[in-house]
């Protein structure tokens, strides 16, 4: 997984730019908030989430990696891909879009283009619980035993290359295993199990 790029602006458009890393050109798709605070022949450095499907692999670059978190967060939720998610937060900070989902303020989300009220009602009932785990609007959430384990047997399925979606359905099949006594590498074990039975 790529976390971060840092190097220099060769070009900029409205939704990508391209980074020289050493003469190597990464194309990064980003929003048009980040887009403006880049300059060609500036050094810069973005937080990035690679998306890889079957017949593609996508770099999304970001100002900072709270904004990454919150977009990969986003991908978990049904009917959310990665173009959405990256229009959610061209829309609307990270902050705001923490605040309406743990509010299930439906009218913030639906001025978001390609979400519609049911899909901001489902947005709201699935990621609620888990949004602030991505650091809460205004306040640094403690990391309770469980978020710690919980991050890291997801960091660890989508490293061996398990979307977020599968990751985030295994965590949830393995999540009542999960107490102060268990060891991460047993969870990962077993959420492993479960996606090799799917």
């Known amino acids: 997984m790529i976390a971060h790029l840092a190097g220099t602006v060769d070009r900029v458009g409205t939704t990508s730019a391209?980074?020289?890393?050493?003469?190597?050109?990464?194309?990064?798709?980003?929003?048009?908030?980040?887009?403006?605070?880049?300059?060609?022949?500036?050094?810069?450095?973005?937080?990035?989430?690679?998306?890889?499907?079957?017949?593609?692999?996508?770099?999304y670059g970001f100002a900072d990696a709270d904004e990454r978190d919150l977009f990969e967060l986003l991908i978990t939720a049904n009917g959310v891909g990665p173009k959405l998610a990256q229009a959610a937060l061209a829309v609307h900070g990270p902050d705001d879009l923490r605040a309406a989902i743990a509010a299930g303020d439906l009218a913030t989300l639906t001025r978001v283009p390609g979400i519609g009220r049911k899909g901001a009602e489902?947005?709201?009932?699935?990621?609620?619980?888990?949004?602030?785990?991505?650091?809460?609007?205004?306040?640094?959430?403690?990391?309770?035993?469980?978020?710690?384990?919980?991050?890291?047997?997801?960091?660890?399925?989508?490293?061996?290359?398990?979307s977020a979606k599968d990751a985030e359905a295994a965590c949830d099949r393995v999540a009542p295993m999960a107490d102060e006594r268990a060891r991460v590498a047993d969870l990962m074990r077993a959420a492993l199990q479960t996606l090799a039975r799917k």
């Open 18 to 59: 391209v980074i020289d890393l050493s003469g190597f050109g990464v194309l990064v798709l980003i929003t048009p908030a980040t887009a403006s605070e880049l300059r060609p022949g500036e050094r810069a450095r973005l937080a990035t989430s690679m998306v890889v499907r079957e017949d593609s692999m996508t770099l």
């Open 122 to 162: 489902r947005i709201c009932i699935e990621l609620r619980d888990k949004i602030n785990a991505v650091g809460p609007a205004g306040v640094a959430a403690p990391a309770s035993p469980t978020a710690a384990w919980r991050e890291q047997v997801l960091a660890g399925l989508q490293g061996l290359g398990w």
